[in-house]
């Protein structure tokens, strides 16, 4: 006996091409041929995999998850990426809501995942090779983290509570170093100020304060070095403990870390490293979600496609002495909407917040 040949319902060949139709239409207006294809290549998968999903429900929304999930696979929501467009505009093009979509995206991701199609398939190749990249930060971090080791007792005991909160051992550093900048903050000369922080780093390499100061004084490559050395470790020291979900700011031992991880991103973004510096703040918001630092305006910023200067001109008040927090939240509730991959959690943990 032959091989039985597997029957289709022609009903979902039908809604395939009905759907290849309005997804070619879309990536011919936004996007690119590249895109084009991951997305055929994943409306495929789909009706594959679960054929009778492209018979349920409006076949508009259908066609706007599977583009807006090649998007978010790829970053394509975002302003600094080429080609982008946002999730609002996915939705409206289609003539549906962005619920809808995301409720819709859920289910195929499902399928995605039954498939056994590994995830790569759906990248471009510059997704790949960010994502090659990403993991080759990773392997650097750990190697360095590897090298490093404190030279000195801590004065306590790092802890992480049963709900994931993480407490920084106190430390005497932090007292010496709060004590240092005060004493030297007239000084003439920063010679005993950078001697005193080259001492406090000598004596405990994991108060990251330290080197922030003494960055910030050195400047240039020698500067930038402390900075990257300060995150490298703050970030072994999070990531290397599974159990720690949250780093809140209302801890103070905590705050060198936050800090140390929000000035390398910040740096990065000056460089014009987005892909480093959207990591970090990325993070920063994922453990800190009270976000004392303001990295949710900073991360808006990047997609945005502003520079930290831009950014500065635009929020900065006149004295020069923070920003003008009405605009900034003003315009941060109008934007942030079209990035619901980085904010969307964010938004929740307030909301939950807030209602308690």
């Known amino acids: 006996m032959g091989r039985k040949t597997k029957l289709v319902d022609p009903r979902v060949v039908i809604a395939q091409n009905h759907l290849s139709g309005k997804i070619v239409a879309f990536c011919e207006t936004y996007l690119n041929q590249e895109c084009q294809k991951l997305c055929l290549k994943l409306l495929d998968t789909w009706a594959t995999h679960d054929p009778e999903a492209l018979l349920r429900g409006k076949p508009e929304v259908s066609a706007a998850a599977v583009v807006h999930t090649i998007a978010s696979l790829n970053d394509l929501f975002y302003k600094d990426t080429k080609p982008n467009v946002p999730a609002t505009e996915i939705a409206y093009f289609f ?93 003439q000369s920063p010679g005993k100020l950078v001697s005193g922080l080259q001492v406090l780093i000598a004596q405990d390499p994991d108060f990251y304060d330290s080197y922030g100061a003494l960055g910030d004084i050195l400047q240039g490559k020698p500067g930038r070095a402390l900075l990257k050395e300060a995150c490298t470790r703050a970030l072994g020291r999070i ?104 904010f969307s959690a964010w938004q929740k943990h307030v909301d939950e917040y807030e209602n308690e």
């Open 95 to 187: 003539g549906v809501s962005v619920g809808g979509v995301n409720t819709r995206v859920s289910a195929l991701k499902q399928t995605m995942q039954a498939s056994g199609v590994p995830v790569e398939k759906y990248l471009t190749k510059k997704s790949k090779s960010h994502s090659e990249g990403m993991e080759s930060l990773f392997d650097q971090m750990a190697a360095l983290m590897s090298q490093m080791k404190s030279s000195t007792p801590l004065d306590g005991i790092a802890s992480v509570d049963d709900e994931g909160n993480f407490y920084d051992a106190e430390r005497s550093a932090m007292h010496a170093f709060y004590d240092l900048m005060n004493e030297q903050k007239n000084a």
């Open 239 to 342: 990531k290397s403990n599974s159990f720690i979900l949250r780093v809140s700011w209302g801890f103070l031992e905590n705050r060198h870390l936050l800090r140390a991880l929000l000035n390398e991103a910040i740096a990065c973004w000056k460089e014009q490293n987005s892909e480093n510096a959207v990591f970090l703040f990325k993070l920063l918001l994922e453990i800190c979600p009270e976000d004392n630092v303001g990295a949710r305006h900073y991360l808006l910023a990047i997609r945005e496609g502003m520079s930290f200067l831009g950014f500065e001109k635009t929020f900065m008040v006149p004295s020069g002495f923070g920003y003008d927090s009405l605009t900034l939240t003003s315009w941060f509730e109008s934007h942030s909407l079209d990035y619901p991959e980085d």
